[in-house]
């Protein structure tokens, strides 16, 4: 129950609400509450005229001083001053019971209007709460927790805590002011049956705490179960063309059906358990119904009670008979909703590890990037990706970083943007430390083109423009497309730049999702660009046309391309090889040539292939 305290804030932000809802839940118990009396009020009056051998038409003379309400007490008043026949008064009595229904139906409406309402409100600032929150955390984060988890937290455990802001707090307040008022009056008319009434309640009270531990326990495996199949589903769908073109369908499938068999039979094993509440709350009602009728029928054979109050005692156990039984369900859903708040906080007291420093100020980021003495390794991995790293990339030069697969060349675009922090040494940008940087404005200041290329299900235009803080032009827009070479391509799509691209950019080719890619990152037309590895999946002719662009884009700009392979059209002012986290190699292309080292050979490779693909062009 602590992990619900979480929600205290919102309680108090919708205070009102929350009040005018306690206040209605309470009048329509009181109005409820008088239905019991005036309807023992009328067999009693019944019973007097019976004893009398009235008529109907015979005027009321009803003496017998009842523990009613004030209400009904007034309202027995003035039929006695009236001088009402037997007949009037019950046709006046089911009136009063039928207005007294309406009134009450009325303040029902209102309750769901009030807490109903505030649950809403409550589950929509929580999942932007939850969003947001998932927008701050670091790129390591992401990389231990799976996608399907994140979802079910902001889907299905936050849909759980609303039950416990709206229903089930609606049902505890209405269950609470009815067995208030209930207990009251039924202690006020007549305390012995009373306790012979209530009697099975002690035994109801235990077989809800019991099993409100079991119900806790088996709800938190439930939705840990419900995350992994969600996990299990999101991936298939994200990765359907790789399960069909390897024929794993049935694969799969077994694997989703074990999972989905998992997530069964917990829940059935759950359902059993919240079965146990209503037979039971059943059980209970009966008993005390029957020894209502038996108590209270012996007390009347023996003239110490009037038929009346047993009429109304069988009215307040009715009355009981859903509050009670909706214990245990409120009880069920708290408990639920404690599982998935305990889930949800998990996340929001997850520091990010990547925060602004408390003093960091906002600074136009020109002048040399500086590399010094840094060494990183991913906490997932234990990978030791750079050691003791030492780069200088003066204001405006075009750098080529290249290195074989986990040579570290990604991880320094990486720290670069922050995404993780150096474990040692630091990182400068025009003599300013990126640490102490505000990391939006950083972030903001750089034109990052990753390696993994992810389109948003938008139109192309939103997809290219997407980094931009205001809206951006039809004709930026084209000439960022254009500097991208993928402007042509765009334009003959069925609704050019409107065309709307699917989920993850899956209607267009890998070599127009890297160029779509590419102009996002050329829009921003920053100081300083990073490009890493965003040409793999273009050809050679078009991979020439781009790197002419860049470079007449790149005037004046400091750019760092990091890739596999050697670009022979752009002169470099310094190419870097990477080798196991630190550089092996660096100078000019002339440079590196004349040493005859790694960049060399790997020179002499590609010239080799490209010839040999250009015999089997001809050819």
């Given at each position: 129950m602590k992990h619900l305290a979480a929600l205290n804030k919102y309680f108090w932000k919708y205070r009102f609400r929350l009040v005018a809802g306690i206040l209605v839940i309470t009048l329509s118990n009181f109005f409820a509450i008088l239905s019991p009396q005036l309807s023992g009020f009328v067999i009693n009056l019944v019973?007097?005229?019976?004893?009398?051998?009235?008529?109907?038409?015979?005027?009321?003379?009803?003496?017998?001083?009842?523990?009613?309400?004030?209400?009904?007490?007034?309202?027995?008043?003035?039929?006695?001053?009236?001088?009402?026949?037997?007949?009037?008064?019950?046709?006046?009595?089911?009136?009063?019971?039928?207005?007294?229904?309406?009134?009450?139906?009325?303040?029902m409406f209102l309750m769901r209007q009030t807490?109903?309402?505030?649950?809403?409100?409550?589950?929509?600032?929580?999942?932007?709460?939850?969003?947001?929150?998932?927008?701050?955390?670091?790129?390591?984060?992401?990389?231990?927790?799976?996608?399907g988890d994140l979802m079910n937290r902001i889907t299905e455990d936050v849909s759980r805590v609303r039950m416990y802001v709206g229903p089930a707090l609606m049902y505890f307040i209405n269950l609470a002011s009815t067995i208030g008022f209930c207990l009251f009056y039924m202690f006020k008319q007549n305390v012995e049956l009373s306790l012979y009434v209530l009697s099975p309640l002690p035994i109801l009270a235990g077989t809800i705490y019991f099993v409100n531990i079991i119900i806790n326990k088996k709800s938190q495996r439930v939705q840990a179960l419900l995350s992994d199949l969600t996990t299990n589903a999101q991936e298939s769908y994200s990765g359907i063309r790789v399960i069909k073109s390897f024929v794993q369908e049935k694969s799969m499938l077994g694997f989703f059906n074990k999972n989905s068999e998992a997530y069964r039979q917990n829940a059935v094993s759950l359902a059993k358990v919240e079965a146990i509440y209503f037979p039971s709350m059943t059980l209970l009602i009966g008993l005390s119904t029957i020894?209502?009728?038996?108590?209270?029928?012996?007390?009347?054979?023996?003239?110490t009670l009037q038929i009346g109050v047993i009429v109304e005692f069988v009215i307040y156990i009715n009355m009981l008979t859903f509050p009670v039984s909706a214990i245990g369900w409120t009880a069920s859903m708290i408990q639920r909703a404690a599982a998935s708040q305990k889930r949800i906080n998990e996340f929001l007291q997850t520091e990010p590890a990547i925060q602004s420093a408390p003093d960091a100020e906002a600074k136009p980021l020109r002048g040399d990037i500086v590399f010094d003495h840094v060494s990183f390794t991913y906490a997932n991995t234990g990978i030791k990706a750079i050691a003791d790293f030492n780069l200088t990339v003066k204001e405006g030069q075009k750098v080529l970083v290249i290195g074989r697969t986990g040579s570290g060349k990604t991880t320094l675009a990486q720290l670069l943007l922050r995404f993780y922090d150096p474990a040692s040494g630091r990182i400068t940008i025009g003599g300013n430390d990126i640490a102490k940087l505000p990391v939006h404005n950083l972030r903001e200041q750089i034109s990052y083109v990753p390696q993994d290329v992810f389109l948003f299900s938008d139109t192309v235009a939103n997809n290219i423009s997407f980094g931009l803080a205001k809206a951006a032009g039809m004709d930026e827009v084209r000439l960022a497309a254009t500097y991208a070479s993928v402007d042509k391509e765009i334009s003959g799509l069925p609704g050019g730049y409107e065309t709307m691209v699917g989920e993850r950019g899956v209607t267009l080719s890998g070599g127009q999702?890297?160029?779509?890619?590419?102009?996002?990152?050329?829009?921003?037309?920053?100081?300083?660009?990073?490009?890493?590895?965003?040409?793999?999946?273009?050809?050679?002719?078009?991979?020439?046309?781009?790197?002419?662009?860049?470079?007449?884009?790149?005037?004046?700009?400091?750019?760092?391309?990091?890739?596999?392979?050697?670009?022979?059209?752009?002169?470099?002012?310094k190419i870097v090889v990477l080798d196991e986290g630190g550089i092996i190699e660096e100078g000019?292309?002339?440079?590196?040539?004349?040493?005859?080292?790694?960049?060399?050979?790997?020179?002499?490779?590609?010239?080799?292939?490209?010839?040999?693909?250009?015999?089997?062009?001809?050819?």
């Open positions: 019973q007097s005229a019976i004893s009398s051998h009235s008529t109907p038409a015979d005027v009321v003379r009803y003496d017998k001083d009842a523990h009613y309400n004030q209400l009904v007490h007034w309202f027995i008043q003035w039929v006695n001053n009236q001088e009402f026949t037997y007949g009037k008064v019950v046709i006046l009595a089911g009136v009063m019971l039928l207005f007294v229904a309406l009134l009450r139906g009325f303040f807490i109903n309402v505030m649950s809403r409100y409550i589950e929509y600032d929580q999942k932007n709460e939850v969003y947001q929150h998932y927008q701050k955390l670091d790129a390591g984060f992401f990389k231990t927790h799976s996608t020894i209502a009728i038996l108590i209270g029928g012996l007390q009347v054979l023996h003239g999702k890297q160029r779509v890619s590419i102009a996002r990152g050329l829009i921003k037309t920053p100081d300083i660009l990073l490009f890493d590895d965003c040409l793999s999946a273009v050809d050679a002719k078009t991979e020439n046309e781009i790197i002419h662009h860049l470079y007449t884009f790149l005037q004046n700009k400091t750019a760092i391309i990091i890739t596999h392979r050697i670009f022979t059209v752009l002169n470099f002012d000019t292309h002339e440079q590196l040539l004349a040493s005859n080292g790694y960049y060399a050979e790997l020179y002499r490779l590609q010239m080799t292939s490209n010839e040999r693909d250009d015999t089997a062009t001809l050819n």
